[in-house]
């Protein structure tokens, strides 16, 4: 069974930095593609960032130059470091992977940027 748990969210001021991570198990990890999601009320789960199993990475517009995500395969964790947060940052993050043709996710971390 796959399972992903995300940590790190908090409530930061604009200009600020968090780490968010998830751990992974149930899955080969290191073969596996990692992303980072983001949700807020009433809109669409959407891609943050990404990162292969060979460590090629992806990011939205609106996140690139801020934001790394990166992977550790022995300890099967996915991390994102966010820096210069805004406003327009909070959101619940959510973990994914895919597995089998399936897309598994976490439950969710609050992300919440404000002064």
């Known amino acids: 069974q796959v399972h992903l748990v995300e940590s790190g969210g908090d409530l930061v001021r604009p200009g600020g930095s968090l780490r968010l991570s998830c751990g992974a198990s149930?899955?080969?990890?290191?073969?596996?593609?990692m992303f980072w999601y983001r949700q807020t009320p009433g809109q669409q789960r959407d891609l943050v960032a990404g990162?292969?199993?060979?460590?090629?990475?992806t990011y939205a517009d609106s996140v690139k130059d801020r934001f790394v995500i990166s992977r550790d395969n022995v300890r099967a964790t996915v991390n994102l470091q966010m820096n210069s947060l805004r406003p327009d940052d909070t959101a619940v993050y959510y973990c994914s992977t895919r597995y089998r043709g399936n897309q598994y996710w976490g439950r969710g971390t609050q992300v919440t940027v404000s002064s």
């Open positions: 149930g899955i080969n990890f290191r073969l596996h593609p």
């Open positions: 990162i292969t199993s060979d460590f090629n990475r």
